[in-house]
């Protein structure tokens, strides 16, 4: 584990350390190694790890683990809570008040950006707002994307129209404030934690690196939960909830209701998070180039 070791030996005690990368890169053995060396709280920075209802599906910190340094930010939501990157951002800078020196660590790309570039403070979405684009998304994209070429070229000219809930959160933000998102953006605030003044690190693996990975992952949760998480929520199964997009919870659904066979379900979600996984190296590659960067694959494969 030379790299690793050259890297936990070299991290600054007093900086703030964020650690990013893609699912199944060993991101929560590194930070639990670096919190006992140095005495330091781990917070969460991953979207789904964020509900109470997925603790096995989503690789959540075991008992172990939470016996040997402090976490914060995780299992702390309810299922239907209307958890966003804004209040993850207020939840660290209340934490970040008393203990200025944390490892916050996760794949949810969205945080770190809003973390070290700052968070533009746009009013909350109204239900109905929220509602309508929803059934927008659902029935008719185009014309979502149609209506913001239209009404807000600013922020269409950097808006990634492949991905409908970028579109959709564009539509709601004109629709409801009657400005563009772009224009909110450009009085966007200091972020809470500059990107110098902290010890920022993106872990890198290669798909072949991963897939092997992310299939032994799978299959532990499998042995070790996961159906019984899912079987919980199954009366209360929203596919709209935020909390209801943690890869394999759809798919194991569809088992539990008799739609899938097992290994149809085990199939879906490897390739589902295989998915995941490349979206998240395009992103860091694209939005954390000003990072750290370690390779996973040039240390222990069991990490």
């Given at each position: 584990?030379?790299?690793?070791?050259?890297?936990?030996?070299?991290?600054?005690?007093?900086?703030?350390?964020?650690?990013?990368?893609?699912?199944?890169?060993?991101?929560?053995?590194?930070?639990?190694?670096?919190?006992?060396?140095?005495?330091?709280?781990?917070?969460?920075?991953?979207?789904?790890?964020?509900?109470?209802?997925?603790?096995?599906?989503t690789a959540r910190p075991?008992?172990?683990?939470?016996?040997?340094?402090?976490?914060?930010?995780?299992?702390?939501?309810?299922?239907?809570?209307?958890?966003?990157?804004?209040?993850?951002?207020?939840?660290?800078?209340?934490?970040?008040?008393?203990?200025?020196?944390?490892?916050?660590?996760?794949?949810?790309?969205?945080?770190?950006?809003?973390?070290?570039?700052?968070?533009?403070?746009?009013?909350?979405?109204?239900?109905?707002?929220?509602?309508r684009g929803d059934e927008?998304?659902?029935?008719?994209?185009?014309?979502?994307?149609?209506?913001?070429?239209?009404?807000?070229?600013?922020?269409?000219?950097?808006?990634?129209?492949?991905?409908?809930?970028?579109?959709?959160?564009?539509?709601?933000?004109?629709?409801?404030?009657?400005?563009?998102?772009?224009?909110?953006?450009?009085?966007?605030?200091?972020?809470?934690?500059?990107?110098?003044?902290?010890?920022?690190?993106?872990?890198?693996?290669?798909?072949?690196?991963?897939?092997?990975?992310?299939?032994?992952?799978?299959?532990?949760?499998?042995?070790?939960?996961?159906?019984?998480?899912?079987?919980?929520?199954?009366?209360?199964?929203?596919p709209e909830l935020p909390?209801?997009?943690?890869?394999?919870?759809?798919?194991?659904?569809?088992?539990?209701?008799?739609?899938?066979?097992?290994?149809?379900?085990?199939?879906?979600?490897?390739?589902?998070?295989?998915?995941?996984?490349?979206?998240?190296?395009?992103?860091?590659?694209?939005?954390?180039?000003?990072?750290?960067?370690?390779?996973?694959?040039?240390?222990?494969?069991?990490?």
């Open positions: 584990m030379t790299a690793l070791n050259s890297y936990l030996d070299a991290v600054d005690p007093n900086k703030p350390v964020l650690i990013a990368g893609p699912t199944a890169s060993g991101k929560s053995a590194l930070a639990l190694e670096l919190a006992a060396r140095q005495d330091r709280t781990i917070i969460n920075a991953d979207a789904l790890q964020v509900y109470a209802c997925w603790s096995v599906l075991p008992v172990e683990d939470l016996k040997r340094a402090k976490h914060l930010l995780y299992g702390h939501q309810p299922f239907d809570a209307p958890y966003s990157v804004g209040t993850w951002l207020r939840e660290v800078a209340e934490f970040l008040k008393s203990d200025p020196r944390p490892i916050i660590i996760g794949g949810t790309g969205l945080y770190f950006s809003a973390l070290t570039e700052g968070l533009t403070d746009i009013p909350p979405i109204s239900g109905e707002t929220r509602k927008l998304r659902a029935q008719n994209l185009f014309s979502t994307i149609d209506m913001l070429k239209m009404n807000d070229p600013e922020t269409v000219a950097g808006l990634d129209l492949e991905n409908p809930m970028r579109v959709q959160r564009a539509w709601e933000v004109l629709e409801e404030t009657g400005r563009g998102l772009k224009a909110w953006q450009k009085d966007t605030p200091p972020p809470l934690i500059a990107l110098h003044d902290a010890d920022a690190l993106v872990l890198q693996a290669s798909p072949e690196h991963l897939q092997p990975r992310i299939i032994r992952r799978f299959d532990w949760m499998l042995e070790n939960g996961a159906l019984g998480e899912v079987e919980n929520m199954l009366p209360r199964w929203t909390s209801s997009r943690a890869i394999g919870a759809p798919e194991l659904i569809a088992y539990v209701k008799g739609d899938l066979s097992l290994d149809d379900a085990r199939t879906r979600t490897i390739i589902a998070t295989r998915q995941y996984a490349k979206r998240q190296r395009t992103w860091f590659r694209n939005r954390l180039r000003l990072w750290k960067t370690l390779d996973i694959a040039m240390d222990q494969p069991n990490m």
